[in-house]
């Protein structure tokens, strides 16, 4: 199985990512409902979730919908690492806890197998040929029909189908030799945070507060570095760029992403936010395009390390 596209993200789902202290919050069920439905119509049929998203209210949510909905075709990625809990040291990527969460992963979907498995991050504690080991399993019985995680060791160990990093116009560290590994090793690159954790939908300006509930109100550690004159003047040249289309900020900076790799996941919190998103498909940029879009931010500031959510 191949996996490029638009997928649909779902870690804003009774939560904002993995973040204990945000469980119960987030997107509320009816509204990742009105989400999934306009995904849904509108062709999008990749979902990617993981089991500590909104304390497992993601996946719960997503299996509801399922069940009320019964969508053929649905395309389903989880993750493991995180606690669902917020349990101190329950994480990790240990053999018997894959299985465990796995299990539970598969219980909360409503589903007998998902179609990508995930490790959210690298664990120092777990001998990688262990995690891939199980992963290798896992895929043997059925549970997975495929995994993904790091590269040049993970590659020694087995046929990762995906890698998924940050990457946008401001965090592009996968450039120089992510991109082309992939490539040459035939190994699908889709990425989350296409939009910086909301830095280039445009709502973000010079000199005025940050929205209320906006990403540098809640968890603004990340991207505390981007409050810098050199990364607004990438954002009024962007800026100038979408209105000379006719579009709208983020669906220029998407459209990038999607010109540049294999697809990108895309996090909405509201149905509407999907607009952007859905324009973006339909926006081709040439390479000359790209490269002159991609001058806007080429300053140090301009990368961040997008949290694993």
């Not at 949510?61 to 040291?89: M, Q």
């Not at 990508?116 to 991050?121: D, G, R, S, V, W």
């Not at 999607?258 to 390479?287: H, W």
């Amino acid at each position: 199985m191949t996996f490029t596209g638009v997928a649909l993200g779902c870690g804003n789902f009774g939560g904002v990512g993995s973040a204990p202290e945000f469980f119960g919050q987030g997107t509320a069920e009816g509204e990742a409902f009105a989400i999934m439905d306009r995904a849904w119509a509108e062709g999008i049929r990749w979902f990617d979730t993981a089991d500590a998203y909104g304390g497992g209210r993601s996946e719960e949510w997503i299996g509801n919908w399922r069940a009320a909905r019964e969508p053929a075709g649905l395309v389903l990625t989880t993750k493991v690492f995180h606690s669902t809990t917020g349990t101190p040291g329950d994480t990790g990527l240990a053999p018997d806890r894959i299985r465990r969460q796995l299990e539970t992963s598969l219980e909360r979907l409503g589903v007998d197998r998902v179609d990508l498995y995930l490790a959210h991050e690298p664990d120092p504690q777990t001998p990688l040929a262990d995690t891939i080991a199980t992963f290798e399993r896992l895929r043997g019985q059925g549970l997975i029909a495929a995994w993904g995680l790091g590269l040049e060791e993970a590659v020694r160990h087995g046929r990762p189908a995906l890698l998924q990093n940050s990457f946008s116009l401001l965090d592009r560290g996968d450039e120089t030799d992510v991109l082309p590994f992939c490539a040459e090793h035939g190994i699908s690159y889709v990425p989350f945070s296409p939009l910086a954790g909301g830095w280039l939908t445009g709502k973000y300006r010079r000199g005025e507060p940050f929205p209320a509930g906006s990403r540098m109100t809640l968890r603004p550690g990340p991207y505390e570095q981007l409050v810098d004159d050199r990364v607004f003047e990438g954002l009024d040249r962007l800026r100038a760029e979408a209105d000379a289309r006719g579009v709208d900020v983020p669906t220029v900076a998407f459209a990038w992403v999607l010109a540049r790799v294999d697809g990108a996941v895309c996090g909405p919190n509201r149905a509407d936010q999907l607009d952007p998103v859905l324009a973006a498909r339909g926006l081709r940029l040439s390479d000359d395009d790209t490269d002159r879009i991609g001058s806007f931010f080429q300053c140090e500031v301009g990368s961040t390390q997008s949290p694993r959510r």
